[in-house]
């Protein structure tokens, strides 16, 4: 790894844990950032106070790289210096929506050490009073805070819809949803405030190596199950119009985390936008999808489908085929119905999966810039992969070259410059923001 020691001012003191997991800052030491191979000192003009909700993780199996600030070097640390033969862990930052990443936590690796579960890894450290961030907010919406999401209130929603219905499976799924697995989409449905998901899609024609409802090839857990029915379109439209009429300016989206990608499953979706459709013009009709088959996405269109968002990884072709495996499709497709819900006057936004020192290497910046001067969507909703970050750099790195990094601050600012027209974001919003 290649190291940036340009600024040990106002540096944060780096964040370790023992191999009990418990959590302490290491004196002597600064926090360090990592983007694929280059190494950054953290500092407090780089990093933002800790963001309500963010969760922090000790990384098993790995050691963390930090800055020794008496030597002024780079050093990867199996054991606390000042604790001898008590071995050490990175500590990341799994980061609230509306933040993206700016470093990954930075470590190497220990013998025998397996993929990390599927979560995004961000840098941390310690300053003063408080754990700091390498984090940029893209969005203040409060829409997944969970301070506005009370169980007491999930479980009050709960009760009445399933008094108003009670034979729904589909509504059954998103009580165990939002009870058992904690998705926030799904607690915001019962509890009646912006987004509420209509999973419906059992199969899928990608096979993403982050994806988090199935998972048979790598050794990582899927954090959650795929949805083991199809809902019927009476199903679907009964729990979409039961938010609709509940909820001002209310999003129902198909594509959510526990079901593959929707467009394999529009026998029933084409059928439930209409009945949604007959009952009223109110709500926005919403699908988080690949944008693998365009022709379906046309005849959605045509029976009341309001926008789109397409997940994309890279906007080069080798790698987004190196993430998203795709089966009966090529990125040309994707395009394809990027254009054509452009065309048909469709508010188009993208779920750009990033992760420092791929989405920010000078060749995924450059390609990035030219895909939206050729496909100028409305919204670019920053995400972070949740995926290991130092597997993920090496299995692009493998498809495609990645050069030194130039920043996701930078990113962001160029193409902020460059494309003043596109919004910037997190959430899908409702067409009265369009």
Sequence with gaps: MEGNQKSEK??????????????????GYAAVGMAGQSLEILTEDETIEIPHGTELMYLPDRMPVLYNLDTRQFEVLSDNPHSPGESLHPVAAFNSPGYVNSF???????????YLPLFSYGAVGWHREGFRSAAIQVDMERRQDLRLMQMEKVHDGVRATKAEMPGNRLRRHLEKCALEYGCPAAKNFFIGRCEAPLPTSRECNARCIGCISLQKELEISSPQNRIEFTPAPEEISEVALFH??????????FGQGCEGDPLMATHVINPAIRQIRSKTDEGTINMNTNGSRPD?????????????RISLNSTRKKCYTAYFRPRGYRFEDVEKSIDLALKRGKFVAINYLNCPGVSDAPEETEAFKNFLSEHPVNLIQWRNLNFDPFRYWTMMSAAADLGMPIGMGKLLAEIRSGFPEIQHGYFNPPKERF
Excluded: W
């Design 104 to 114: 990954a936590c930075a470590y190497e690796e220990g013998a025998g050490a397996g």
């Design 244 to 253: 609709i009429r509940k909820v001002e300016q209310s999003v129902v989206s």
């Design 296 to 308: 379906i996405l046309e005849e959605l269109f045509d029976v009341g489908l309001d926008s789109i």
């Design 10 to 27: 106002n540096s944060v003191t780096a964040v370790v844990a023992n191999a009990g997991g418990e959590i302490f800052d290491l004196e």
